[in-house]
C-alpha cells in the first residue's frame, strides 16, 4: 500500500486500517461500598468486581452528603476534599496509600485547572453558587440562583458529589486497562476528612464560634466503571502467564512541627524509591475546627450587598481584594476551606539539598522558585494547553498566600509516555532538606510545614496473582 509513498513523508499522509479480532462488549457495572453510609474519620471500603477488563478512566466514585448542625457551613472545593486518606490493595496486598490526600489533590488540582462546566454532575469545581428549580408543572420552571455566603444560607442535604480524577494508580497508570481476574480483588478505602477540611462556615450577622457538631454524613456510597470483554481469547492468551509492569505515581507526604515564620523553615525527611520525580515543598496553618470560607465577602455579616460569587470575584478584583467586615480574616478569591490553604506568604529564599548537597546555584527567590514550578510540572515556560492556574491566582502574592508550592525536578519528563526517570535511592535513604525564609522579623504567624515526594513506581503482577510493587 505504501511502495508509492516515500519514506520522508510524515505519518499523515498514511493510509491506517486496523481492526479487533472479534467482538467487543463494553457495559457499565456499579460497586456498592461495604457501609454505604459514613461520618467524618471514618472508612470506606469499596471491592472491585474480579475477572473484568476495567479502565481506569471510567473510574467514579459516587457518595451523597447531609451537611448538619447549628451553625451553617458550606462545602469546600473539588468533591476529592472529603478524602483525607486514599489506599489500595490487591489480593490482599498494599500497592497504595497516600495520606492527605485531599492536600494533596489540591496542590495539583489548583496548577492543573479544569473548567468549570465540566464538573457538573457533581464534581463541585464551584461552591460559590447554590442553584435550584421548582418542582415540575404544566409551564416551564424557572432556575433559581443565590450566593452559598448569604447569612440567610440554611444547611444543604442531599448533596450527590462524584470523584472521576484520581491521583496516584487510577490516574497515572502507564496502561488503562486492569485485569482484575490477574490481580485479584482490588479493594479502595477510603477514609472521609474531618469537618474542618471538607466544610467552611458562611458569614454571619454575630460572632460565630463552629464546633464539632458542624459537620456532615455520608450515604449512598457506590463507584461505577467501564468493564471490557472480548470474544476472541488472543488478549487473554498474550498477557498470560507472564510478568504484568504497570508503571504509576505514588505520593509521599510529610508533616512536621510547627514553627514561625520569623523562624524559617528547616526540615527534612528521608525517602527510599528507585524514583523520585519531583519534591515539593509548602505550609499551611493548622485547624481543628471549621472556620469561615477563605473567600471574599466570608468576614462581613452576610447580607446579599457584603457577598459575592466567584464570577463577580473575578469581574473586578480590585474590588474585591482580601475581604470586608472589620476582622483580619484573609479571603480573595480562594473559595476554598483555611485547611487547604497553602500560605507560604512573604517568602524572600528558598532551597532543596539532597544528602546536604544543594540542587541549584543558589537559594531561589518568589519569581525563580515560580519558573522553576512550571519546568518540574512539565509546562516548561510555555503555553501549549487551555488548562492553567486557578483563577484564583492574580498575582504572584495571591499565589504564596493562598496556592504556596515550592518544587524542584528530579527526572526527564516525557508527556507521551510514562518514563521512569527519577532520583534512585533505593537500598539507602536520602535525606531531602528543605529550607525556607520569610521576609519580616515580627512575621511570627505559625505554619505547618509540608514535604510531598512524587514517585515513579512498578506495580508487577505476575502468575498466580503475585503482586509486588517496585
Known amino acids: 500500500m505504501y511502495e508509492n509513498i516515500p519514506a520522508s513523508y510524515p505519518k499523515e499522509f498514511f493510509y491506517n486500517l486496523s481492526k479487533l479480532q472479534g467482538?467487543?462488549?463494553?457495559?457499565?457495572?456499579?460497586?456498592?461500598?461495604?457501609?454505604?453510609?459514613?461520618?467524618?474519620?471514618?472508612?470506606?471500603?469499596?471491592?472491585?468486581?474480579?475477572?473484568?477488563?476495567?479502565?481506569?478512566?471510567?473510574?467514579?466514585?459516587?457518595?451523597?452528603?447531609?451537611?448538619?448542625?447549628?451553625?451553617?457551613?458550606?462545602?469546600?472545593?473539588y468533591s476529592s476534599t472529603f478524602i483525607r486518606r486514599l489506599s489500595i490493595t490487591m489480593n490482599n496486598v498494599s500497592v497504595q496509600i497516600i495520606q492527605d490526600y485531599n492536600f494533596v489533590y489540591n496542590c495539583f488540582a489548583d496548577l492543573n485547572n479544569k473548567d468549570k462546566t465540566k464538573g457538573l454532575a457533581g464534581e463541585f469545581l464551584d461552591n460559590s453558587i447554590i442553584y435550584g428549580e421548582g418542582a415540575g408543572a404544566a409551564t416551564e420552571v424557572a432556575l433559581t440562583a443565590t450566593n452559598a455566603m448569604l447569612a440567610s444560607t440554611t444547611n444543604q442535604t442531599n448533596l450527590k458529589f462524584c470523584i472521576n480524577n484520581w491521583m496516584g494508580l487510577f490516574g497515572s497508570a502507564s496502561t488503562k486497562i486492569i485485569n482484575s481476574d490477574l490481580t485479584g480483588e482490588c479493594?479502595?478505602?477510603?477514609?472521609?476528612a474531618p469537618n474542618y477540611e471538607a466544610l467552611a462556615g458562611t458569614p454571619e450577622s454575630g460572632a460565630t464560634t463552629y464546633t464539632s457538631s458542624d459537620t456532615y454524613s455520608v450515604k449512598d456510597i457506590y463507584m461505577t466503571m467501564e468493564a471490557l470483554s472480548f470474544s476472541d481469547p488472543s488478549y487473554y492468551n498474550s498477557i498470560g502467564n507472564k510478568d504484568l509492569m504497570i508503571g504509576f505515581t505514588d505520593y509521599v507526604v510529610t508533616k512536621f512541627a510547627p514553627v514561625a515564620k520569623s523562624?524559617?523553615?528547616?526540615?527534612?525527611?528521608?525517602?527510599n524509591a528507585g524514583s523520585v520525580?519531583?519534591?515539593?515543598?509548602?505550609?499551611?496553618?493548622?485547624?481543628?475546627?471549621?472556620?469561615?470560607?477563605?473567600?471574599?465577602?466570608s468576614n462581613g455579616d452576610g447580607a446579599s450587598a457584603n457577598v459575592i460569587n466567584w464570577y463577580k470575584y473575578l469581574s473586578d478584583p480590585v474590588a474585591y481584594v482580601n475581604n470586608n467586615g472589620s476582622g483580619g480574616t484573609s479571603g480573595d478569591g480562594f473559595f476554598n476551606t483555611k485547611a487547604m490553604q497553602r500560605n507560604l506568604q512573604h517568602l524572600a529564599t528558598h532551597q532543596f539539598f539532597i544528602n546536604n548537597k544543594a540542587l541549584n546555584y543558589a537559594p531561589f527567590g518568589p519569581e525563580e522558585n515560580f519558573h522553576n514550578l512550571l519546568l518540574t510540572l512539565g509546562y516548561e515556560n510555555t503555553d501549549a494547553s487551555s488548562n492553567g492556574f486557578?483563577?484564583?491566582?492574580?498575582?504572584?502574592?495571591?499565589?504564596?498566600?493562598?496556592?504556596?508550592?515550592?518544587?524542584?525536578?528530579?527526572?526527564?519528563?516525557?508527556?507521551?509516555?510514562?518514563?521512569?526517570?527519577?532520583?534512585?535511592?533505593?537500598?539507602?535513604?536520602?535525606?531531602?532538606?528543605?529550607v525556607a525564609t520569610f521576609s519580616g522579623a515580627s512575621n511570627t504567624l505559625q505554619v505547618t510545614p509540608?514535604?510531598?515526594?512524587?514517585?515513579?513506581?512498578?506495580?508487577?503482577?505476575?502468575?498466580?496473582?503475585?503482586?509486588?510493587?517496585e
Not at 479493594?187 to 472521609?192: K, L
Not at 509540608?450 to 510493587?469: C, D, E, N, W, Y
Request: proline share 3%; hydrophobic share 40%.
Open 450 to 469: 509540608v514535604i510531598i515526594a512524587k514517585l515513579s513506581k512498578i506495580l508487577h503482577v505476575k502468575p498466580g496473582r503475585q503482586i509486588m510493587i
Open 390 to 434: 486557578h483563577s484564583g491566582m492574580k498575582s504572584l502574592k495571591h499565589f504564596y498566600k493562598y496556592y504556596g508550592l515550592c518544587a524542584q525536578s528530579l527526572e526527564l519528563i516525557d508527556k507521551d509516555s510514562f518514563y521512569i526517570s527519577g532520583l534512585s535511592s533505593q537500598g539507602s535513604s536520602c535525606a531531602v532538606n528543605w
Open 187 to 192: 479493594v479502595i478505602s477510603c477514609e472521609w
Open 23 to 77: 467482538s467487543m462488549s463494553k457495559s457499565q457495572i456499579k460497586c456498592i461500598a461495604d457501609n454505604t453510609n459514613a461520618q467524618p474519620s471514618t472508612i470506606t471500603n469499596i471491592r472491585l468486581p474480579i475477572g473484568s477488563l476495567i479502565n481506569l478512566d471510567s473510574l467514579a466514585l459516587w457518595f451523597t452528603i447531609d451537611i448538619t448542625g447549628s451553625n451553617v457551613t458550606i462545602p469546600a472545593r
Open 277 to 297: 520525580d519531583s519534591i515539593y515543598g509548602t505550609a499551611f496553618i493548622q485547624q481543628s475546627l471549621p472556620s469561615e470560607l477563605v473567600a471574599y465577602g
Open 263 to 271: 523562624s524559617g523553615i528547616n526540615v527534612t525527611t528521608y525517602l
